[in-house]
T-cell receptor, first 115, second 111 residues
């Protein structure tokens, strides 16, 4: 069964540093997403991406965040200057369509620890 | 986006059937009901989706009454590996289909 992959599985960085989290969505999917989950809290939507542009973003996704699809397979989330409160699990997801019946497939996540 | 209410936690034992009910009183005509499962330190995983009546797949069944104001996820004969958080989502935002997760129901299956 096809799956979404993410690298690295765990990233430790110092406050103020830039990090790039990488994802390889399922190959024939057209819609891509990033979510995050702070330890013990809910999964939160960050951004959705389609046709090489952001289609929707949440309040969390401020100017410190950016997404890119640099080639035909990777989808990246960059945090320009990390803060302690950015420590969380970051999940990438992809789907074929956007109607309710198109399920989203999630990756295993990247645990980001900001010290 | 319809507000959902589900129990915070449930306990069960191996081999039992587990039913998790979700209330969604303000569900809209076009809304689907979708359930996701999340194991610790993993991403959510789609379990089942329905619009009305009953849907069954290899993992679970979803019962939706005629008024659609609630739904029940049924897990037959649970095992320890079914210990997870189960999320009920209703009325995905449309547009680009962002998922809005609540706190979910934390199911603990005991030996």
């Amino acid at each position: 069964e096809p799956e979404v992959t993410q690298t690295p599985s765990h990233q430790v960085t110092q406050m103020g540093q830039e990090v790039i989290l990488r994802c390889v969505p399922i190959s024939n999917h057209l819609y891509f997403y990033w979510y995050r989950q702070i330890l013990g809290q809910k999964v939160e939507f960050l951004v959705s991406f389609y046709n090489n542009e952001i289609s929707e973003k949440s309040e969390i996704f401020d100017d410190q965040f950016s997404v890119e699809r640099p080639d035909g397979s990777n989808f990246t989330l960059k945090i320009r200057s990390t803060k302690l409160e950015d420590s969380a699990m970051y999940f990438c997801a992809s789907s074929w369509g956007t109607l309710d019946e198109y399920e989203q497939y999630f990756g295993p996540g990247t645990r980001l620890t900001v010290t | 986006l319809a507000k959902t209410t589900q129990p915070i936690s449930m306990d069960s034992y191996e081999g039992q059937e587990v039913n998790i009910t979700c209330s969604h009183n303000n569900i809209a005509t076009n809304d689907y009901i979708t359930w996701y499962q999340q194991f610790p330190s993993q991403g959510p995983r789609f379990i089942i989706q329905g619009y009305k009546t009953k849907v069954t797949n290899e993992v679970a069944s979803l019962f939706i009454p005629a008024d659609r104001k609630s739904s029940t996820l049924s897990l037959p004969r649970v095992s320890l590996s079914d210990t997870a958080v189960y999320y009920c989502l209703v009325g995905l935002s449309g547009g680009y289909n962002k998922l809005i997760f609540g706190a979910g129901t934390r199911l603990a299956v005991h030996p």
